[in-house]
């Protein structure tokens, strides 16, 4: 379900980016004409928000089913310069790059899983 919200001048777009059935992110052609309409109709700064992220992030299993289809969503961001960051979890360990030129943060509060490559901590309850 897409939604958004303002607050403080600040508008926050959530794009629905599941596929019932499967594991892998995709926007649709209606949620990017939401999102571009939703972005239009708003001067001021905006974040949008994906559960998957549109780029791989450096995490293998987070990789295999990144959100699809990014060059159609990064045409609609190009369009609003008012967005100053795409937000993303799912990723189980903090990241950060740029998408379309906006500044990506991914994180998830599950940093100590299995998807997290690198060790957190020593000893036999180290966190892998």
Do not use: K
């Not at 959530?14 to 109709?41: F, H, K, M, N, Q």
């Not at 001021?44 to 969503?73: N, S, Y």
């Not at 790059?97 to 690198?118: E, Q, V």
């Amino acid at each position: 379900m897409n939604t958004a919200v303002e607050a403080g001048g600040v508008l926050i777009a959530a794009c629905d980016s599941t596929i019932p059935g499967r594991g892998v992110g995709y926007l649709a052609d209606e949620t990017l004409s939401w999102l571009d309409a939703v972005l239009s109709g708003h001067d001021g700064p905006a974040l949008v928000a994906c559960h998957l992220p549109p780029v791989e992030v450096g995490v293998p299993p987070v990789d295999r089913i990144r959100q699809t289809g990014e060059d159609r969503l990064a045409e609609v961001l190009r369009r609003h310069p008012t967005v100053t960051a795409l937000l993303c979890g799912h990723v189980h360990t903090g990241a950060a790059t740029t998408f379309a030129g906006i500044p990506l943060p991914a994180w998830s509060p599950a940093r100590c899983c299995r998807a997290n490559p690198a060790p957190i901590g020593t000893g036999p309850r180290a966190a892998r």
